[in-house]
């Protein structure tokens, strides 16, 4: 899957901000101890239904960090305060992603790392929603797929292994998709809609006074 964001109407979007009050965001994103450059998710705006008011992400508030597991039980880097282990979305950077579905750390092989992601691929597959969200498209990942060790493994070997893997994990774990974005900028967008809808649809319903 890959998304595109549309154009945004800055001028409409100062607009809205001046003339309504920001608003907290409902639900707290926790954001696991090991991400390394997590997501602020600065600038996201409410629905119509709030008056496209601008919504508040503050760390310490509703953006809290917290551990989502290590191998061989991690399940990504983003999840819902009162939510683990049913909705959580792992990010990717496009270097990450070359290293970790390459099984390569710098300039030497490292197995382990594509093997210890197949293991989160499969946690996140036994949950009730969860997705991959890469900060770049899948025709950028192929293209700029890197040469390693010293030309043994060419840049053409690497995008076949990239595409073929990409295709076998969307198979052998259907329940997880990978999400591909323009940008980190898109990324970060998506995984806070992915989050706020997972949200929206579960949250306690507000139970209406009846007058007596």
């Known amino acids: 899957m890959q998304i595109t964001l549309p154009p945004t109407d800055t001028k409409k979007r100062a607009n809205v901000g001046r003339s309504t009050d920001p608003l907290l965001n409902p639900f707290a994103i926790l954001v696991d101890t090991a991400e390394q450059t997590p997501f602020t998710f600065d600038g996201i705006h409410a629905d119509a239904d709030r008056h496209n008011r601008l919504l508040v992400v503050s760390p310490g508030i509703n953006l809290l960090r917290h551990c989502l ?29 070359h290293g970790t579905i390459l099984g390569w750390s710098g300039e030497v092989a490292d197995r382990n790392r594509r093997e210890r992601f ?6 996140l597959n036994n949950i009730e929603c969860a997705a991959v969200v890469v900060e770049c498209s899948l025709g950028e990942l192929l293209a700029r797929a890197p040469e390693y060790d010293h030309g043994k493994k060419t840049a053409k070997l690497n995008r076949k292994i990239l595409l073929r893997s990409i295709l076998a994990w969307q198979q052998d774990y259907s329940s997880v998709p990978f999400i591909f974005c323009e940008s980190r900028r898109a990324a970060e967008v998506v995984t806070f809609r992915w989050l706020e809808r997972f949200y929206e649809k579960r949250k306690p319903k507000r139970q209406r006074k009846v007058n007596p």
């Open 118 to 123: 197949e293991q989160e691929l499969a946690n």
């Open 69 to 97: 597991g290590r191998h061989p039980h991690s399940l990504g880097d983003y999840a819902i305060e009162g939510y683990i282990g049913r909705c959580h979305v792992e990010r990717k950077s496009m270097d990450d992603a």
